[in-house]
Every structure is written in C-alpha cells, then in structure tokens.
C-alpha cells in the first residue's frame, strides 16, 4: 500500500516569471497559429425593453400572418384563418381579423387570444385601438403575467395599456383545473374589478371573497395589489391572543409617501392592556437615509400609566472635499422607552434584544492611513429586581484617531488613539467618573509564505486618567504604560489522502503563539470598560485576557494549537476541521478586576496550563453538519463547557437542527451554570406518512396540500423547564397557506409570556391574522418561507 507523505505547501511560480513564461508560450504558438477571428463579445441592447414608451407605440410596425389576406390599401386589412396581428407588446389571435387603420381599430373573431405584455385574454369577440389599447372584449378568460391570477368576467373595457375594467369578474390565484364542476380554493367575485398595472393595483366594487365554500357578506369597494410593490391604504388587519395583552387587533395603514419614503400607522387594540398608537417612518436619499418608529400607549392598564418608545437610526455622507478628507459620515441612533417594564410588557418592538438602550452618534472621518471619530453614548438601562444589571458609563464625549500602515518596507504599523469622558449614576457605580485618554501603538515584522509565517510584534499600551473624585488611595489622577511583546508563528503541511473512499486534500497547521507583557500594577486605576475575555479559540490567540482599555494582563505565556482540515478534491470544499489548543503559563497572571454591582472581582490565574480546547466541525454533505467546541479541565477530569451542533437539511423545506450546551458554575455550587437543549426544525409531515402531497385532490395543484410542523424548544435540564418555545403547523394548500404558531418567551427569571399568531394567506392577494414569519424567521435556523418574494416575471417569459 503506497503511504501518503505530508509536504510543506510549495511557493507558487513568481508573478513576473510565469507572465514571462507565458508570454514566450503566446508567440510560440502565434508563428505557428494561423490568424482567426476576434471573440464575439455580448453587446447591451435596447431593443428587449419591458415596458414600451407611449411616443413609441404608434412609430412601431405591424405584422399580420393568416391563412387568407386581403383588403384596400391603407384602408382596411382582413385576415381569415390562424390570423394573427402583432405590435409591440400586444398580439392578437382570432379565426378572422379585420384592421381598419384609418382609426388604428382592429376587430376580431373566434377564438380570439390576446397577449399584452404577458397578460393573456381569451374570448368570442374583440374590438381595439392598438396603439391607445382602448376596447372591449365579452365573455373573457384572463390571466394576469405578475400574479399568475386569472378569472373570467362578461366584459372587459380597456381604458388604456394599464387601466382594465372587468363586468361581473372573478379572480383567484389557483391552478386552474380541467374539468366539469371545478371551484378554486378561494375565489373573489365582484360587480367591476379595475386593474391598474401602472399603480400596481386592484380595485373590486360589490366585492364576495369565499374560502373553501364560505363567503364573506358583500363589500362595497376593497383594493388590493397586484404585485409585491408598496401600495397607500389599509393593510390586512392582523389578530392575536397573547397571555399578557388578551385578545390583541391590529389594523396597520400604509402611505407610501414618495418611491424613497414611506411611513406605516398601527394601532393596536389589546382586550387587557387598551391602545396603543404606532408609526413608523423610513427614507432614503442618495446622501443619507433612517427610519423613526413611535409608539404611544396613553393608558396601559396593565402598569396604569403611559407608555412610549421611541428608535430612531439616521446614516449619512458628506461632500469630504472641503475638509481635504477621503471620506465623512454621520450614524445618529436614539433608544428610548418610558419605563424599566417596557422589555417585558412589549415583546414585539427593538427593545426585547436589550436591556441596554444606548442613544449615540458619531462623525467618522478618514485621510489617507488615517481614520477617527467624534461621538458619544449614553445609555438607558432598563432594571429587573429578579436580575440587576451595572449600568454601563456613557461616553460624553468620545473622540478617536487611528493609523494603519501596512508593509511599509515590511513593516505593519497601527496606532490607536482615544479621549473618553465617562459619566454614570454615582449612587450605582463604585468608582468615580473621569476622562481617560490612552494611546496604544504597534509594529510587527510579518514574514509570510504558502507554506507557513512567522509575526514577531511590539506593542506599546499607554493610558492616563482624571477623576472628578479621589480614588481609594486619595489621588485624582492615574497612570500606567505596559509594553508587550509576541511572537505567532505556524505551519501549514498538506498532503492527499483518502477517507470512506472519497478524496481530499488535507492539511495539517501546527501554531505556537507566545506572549510576553511584563506586570504592572493597575489596582488603582478605575475600570470603565474593561472585562474578562471569554476563553474559546479566537482570544487563546490574543496578547491581552481582558476586553476594553483599562486593564492589560500581565502574561508570560505560550499558546500551541493544531488544526487539520479536509478539503473535497473535486470542488475545494472545506469538509472537516478539528482543532485542539492549550495555553501554558510560564508565570501568575496577577492583573485582575474589582468587584461591581452586579459581578464579583476576578482572580489572579495561576501558572501553569490552562483548560483544554478542543473543536470540530464537520460539512461532509451540504445536507448535514455537525459543530462541536469543549473545554476539558485535567485538574477536575471533567468538561467546564461543551456546545454540539448537528444540523440535517436534506432538501427544500426539510431542516432540523439540535443543540446541547453546558456551561459549568464559575464557583462550586453556584447557579450561574447552564445545561440546556434547543432544537428547531421545519419538515414536511406528509414525509412521515409516506405521502409526499403530489396528489391531494382537485384543485391543489403540484406540490401543495402539505402540512409542515415548525418549530424551536430551549430547555433547561437544570431548572427541568421550557425557557423559550415555539410550535405551530403551516399547510400549503397551493394558492392559500395557513399558520398556526403559539410562541412562549420568558421576560425573567420567573415569568413568561405567552402568544398564539394565526394566518391565512392567499397567496398573491392578501393575508388575514396575525403572521408569525418573523417569529419562525429569527428563532428556527435556516427557516425557509413557504412562499418566498421573487422578482416580477417578465412579459417576454409569456411570449407568444
């Protein structure tokens, strides 16, 4: 058996030598070659255009087909038999065609067929203007190119290329089925039915919407649209029951003020709670752009006071030139709500993601290398008595000045500068507010090649404090420079290999990582913040094991690893990677941090190795994938955190994942561990059975009549309950889908809110319920909808 040897990955031929090389292959070849002809290249061309110019329709010419012309000149044509007549967009099919061109009028019988830029009209008779596309057409079957709707009305009066008005019309989106007796899913009929292509809407007079035999009492005029463009008006009311709202009714109205502005008012009626009044606001110029949203509860019995919040994110660009700048921006963000309850009580607004509500701007500049800001933050920290938190300090102002110079004759360069004013609550912070500026500063000597590096780096960390109140030791002023030193440094070896008979390329990458920065005492410096670094694999490779600027460790430490990869032969695909790091301490790490409100002080870490890092992920298949990360302790033989990933999805709509962690106390017997699973899933529960839903019945069409089950469960083993869930069931019925989803979210500790969404969704109409796609979208991995927005169909897909 021939073994397979690792070799260090090879430099590739240098850039001038293989031009060369190339170049003397090119003439070679050329005296020998016989000339050929340039390569054809795609050229842009107006000609296939969309939509047609009104200025152009009557400059267009016309083409008529038929088993028997005749007619006068310049008077009349008329053609009997497959005759056929086209301009533009628009062709027309009849058994006998008659075109009268002093009035552009054409007149058409049996069997007629029109094709107007996709939409497709059948019936007995027609009468049209073609270049004004004014006319009727009686007793007609129609079918819309942008929804795929069709239906069939007595008459259809053409206004113009865009308007249609439909007598007695119907109109849904189900397949059509052949045979006697057939009744779409759902169905609207009305007395008129106006379309207008150009506004991209709908409008039916004594209109009848009915549902699976169920008909709703008439309504005297209703809008819809006719395709996913943004339309001004009502939009389809949406209803829920939540345990803390009751029964909750939303009726949203949408004013699309300009193609680049639009603004939507909800309010939302709670059975338990009362009104609560919310708008929302966007735009979007070529220099700048937001969103404002507003919320106003006037009375919320719930609380029995008034309730608002308010979010606000504006982006935008400056002419930099004045400046002699390269570039100059502005982000301007404002979170507030009126009370620390706000979280809990509205689940459904950007507050739920934080209890941190940090209102900040900045002015961000750049030059060249060099690159800062101006801004500042103040924060909005919203307490819970079952979980305090430490309010962070604002930053009122901050101002920073960076530098980057990369392979100046070898060399990288950066330096970082900043000056913070910090402000807090003094009756919740234990240290006193300030200004700090601190300046850190570093070179590194990067030597590279395919085949390993080598990164020895000096870096120079300098910071200095004014305090507006004495410190522990009585001074108001503080000080510190600590330098560091490191030096990374890997392997890359690769070598083909073969594995359950598939081949790969694989790689093997060896890394040691040292890093020397020498004690300096920082006890009575304040922490404004600065924290603990998490311990995984991408800070065992960092030179400082705290966050922030106010503490730098004092380590004198090696870090080794190695990872091995699998990449597929074929594609280059990265299939697996195992990795496995360990940080070994030449000498106490004695830096550490004061206690706060809501943490304890940290503790010196001791000399010697660290926890064991291992990690594995593995994309065999693009159908399943399996990440794992532990963290081994030798002294106690036991795991301090472990985290597995397994994800199946083996096809559309088919997705599963499971998820195991465990995080172990930070003190023997302590509660702030974690062990818990989560899983999400979408399937198809048609699959379980053996039924694949390809045919369900009259009316269903390919590929509907299918139940799917969605949902994610977080439980804690620990506490033996369900912290976060979401189930619900979706049923694709082809041209209407259902949703059914009940969601439970914990907003502390000890209490939990409750919601059950539904919706029904006819599909390229309008939906009724409350719909739960944002739910199901940002709790289940990889969610798919079952209906996904796709862009418009072109009329040249229905050219006939």
């Known amino acids: 058996m021939k073994r397979a040897m ?92 008659e075109y009268y061109q002093p009035d552009d ?72 089925e052949d045979y006697p007796g057939w009744m779409p899913a759902w169905l609207l009929t009305a007395a008129t039915l106006t379309t207008d292509s150009e506004e991209n809407v709908g409008v039916a007079t004594d209109a009848r919407l009915s549902f699976m035999g169920i008909s709703t009492p008439a309504l005297p005029s209703m809008s819809f649209p006719l395709n996913n463009d943004r339309k001004t ?9 939540s345990s803390v709202n009751g029964i909750d009714i939303t009726a ?48 919320d019995e719930l609380r029995d006071r008034k309730r608002w919040g308010l979010w606000t994110h504006h982006e935008q660009t400056f002419d930099p030139k004045p400046f002699e700048l390269d570039s100059l921006g502005m982000v301007f963000n404002i979170n507030r709500v009126s009370d620390d309850n706000y979280w809990r009580d509205f689940t459904r607004t950007p507050s739920l993601t934080s209890r941190l509500l940090a209102t900040n701007g900045a002015l961000n500049w750049s030059k060249d290398d060099w690159s800062g800001a101006f801004g500042a933050t103040k924060y909005q920290t919203l307490q819970y008595d079952a979980s305090t938190i430490t309010p962070p300090y604002d930053r009122l102002p901050q101002i920073t000045a960076n530098y980057a110079k990369y392979d100046w004759h070898g060399l990288d360069i950066k330096l970082a500068t900043d000056y913070t004013r910090f402000r807090a609550d003094p009756s919740v912070q234990l240290q006193p507010n300030g200004d700090r500026v601190f300046a850190e500063g570093e070179i590194s000597r990067p030597l590279l090649s395919s085949g390993g590096f080598i990164i ?19 001074s108001t002023s503080a000080s510190s420079t600590v330098p560091t030193f490191s030096l990374d440094s890997g392997l890359i070896f690769e070598r083909d290999a073969n594995f359950f008979g598939r081949a790969f390329r694989q790689t093997l990458e060896p890394r040691a990582y040292y ?22 694999f991408a800070t065992v490779y960092t030179e400082n094991e705290f966050s922030g600027h106010d503490r730098v460790s004092a380590t004198n430490a090696l870090t080794v690893g190695l990872t091995t990869r699998l990449y597929d032969a074929d594609t280059g695909a990265e299939a697996a990677r195992f990795g496995i790091a360990q940080r070994y301490r030449i000498r106490d790490q004695d830096v550490t941090l004061p206690a706060t409100g809501s943490t304890a002080a940290s503790v010196a870490s001791p000399a010697g190795v660290s926890d064991l890092l291992l990690g594995a992920q593995i994309n065999w298949t693009s159908k399943w994938s399996l990440d794992t990360t532990f963290q081994y302790n030798a002294d106690t033989h036991r795991s301090v955190r472990t985290a597995v990933t397994a994800r199946y999805s083996p096809e559309q709509y088919h997705n599963l994942t499971a998820s195991y962690r465990f995080q172990a106390p930070t003190t023997a017997g302590g509660s702030d561990g974690n062990k818990s699973i989560d899983v999400g899933f979408q399937w198809p529960l048609n699959d379980l059975w053996g039924d694949k839903g390809k045919d369900l019945g009259p009316g269903r069409g390919a590929g509907g009549g299918r139940w799917y089950a969605v949902g994610r469960l977080n439980y804690s083993i620990q506490d033996k309950t369900l912290t976060d869930g979401v189930l619900g069931f979706e049923y694709d019925g082809c041209c209407w889908i259902g949703r059914v989803v009940l969601e439970r979210l914990s907003t502390g500790q000890v209490s939990a809110g409750t919601r059950l969404m539904f919706q029904l969704e006819f599909v390229g109409f309008a939906s009724v ?29 229905n050219y006939d």
């Open 252 to 299: 949203p109205y949408y004013w699309n003020i300009a193609p680049n502005r639009d603004a939507t008012f909800y309010p939302d009626l709670m059975s338990k709670r009362g009104v609560n009044l919310g708008s929302e606001f966007r735009y979007l110029e070529d220099k700048y752009s937001g969103q404002i949203r507003f919320d106003y509860m006037p009375t």
């Open 456 to 474: 020895p780096k000096l870096k120079l960390h300098t910071a200095s404090y004014q305090l507006d109140s004495a410190l522990a030791n009585g």
């Open 6 to 97: 690792w070799r260090r990955r090879r430099a590739p031929l240098p850039l001038a030598a293989l031009s060369l090389a190339l170049l003397h292959a090119h003439g070679a070849l050329a005296q020998d070659a016989p000339a050929v002809d340039p390569p054809l290249m795609l050229k842009r061309t107006p000609q296939l255009t969309e939509t047609l110019p009104p200025a152009e329709r009557g400059q267009l010419p016309s083409f008529v087909d038929g088993d028997k012309l005749s007619g006068r000149p310049d008077l009349e044509t008329i053609v009997e038999g497959h005759a056929s007549m086209r301009r533009g967009d628009t062709v027309i099919n009849a058994d006998r065609l």
């Open 233 to 241: 008006g009502f939009l389809p009311p949406t209803v829920g029951i």
């Open 769 to 797: 319920g409350t719909s739960p796609l944002r739910t199901l979208t940002q709790n289940i991995q990889r969610y798919q909808p079952l209906r996904a927005p796709h862009p418009g169909a072109s009329r040249f897909t």
């Open 515 to 536: 890093v020397y920065t020498p004690y300096r005492n920082q006890s009575n410096l304040p922490v404004y913040d600065s924290a603990s670094n998490d311990f995984n």
């Open 105 to 176: 009028l054409a007149k058409a019988r049996g069997n007629v067929r029109v094709n107007q830029a996709g939409n497709v009209y059948e019936g007995p008779e027609l009468e049209l203007k073609l270049e004004t596309f004014e006319g009727f057409f009686n007793n007609v079957r129609y079918r819309f190119l942008a929804t795929g709707a069709h239906g069939d009305a007595e008459r259809i009066d053409f206004v113009d290329s865009n308007v249609s008005v439909a007598r007695q019309a119907t109109y849904t989106t189900c397949r059509r």
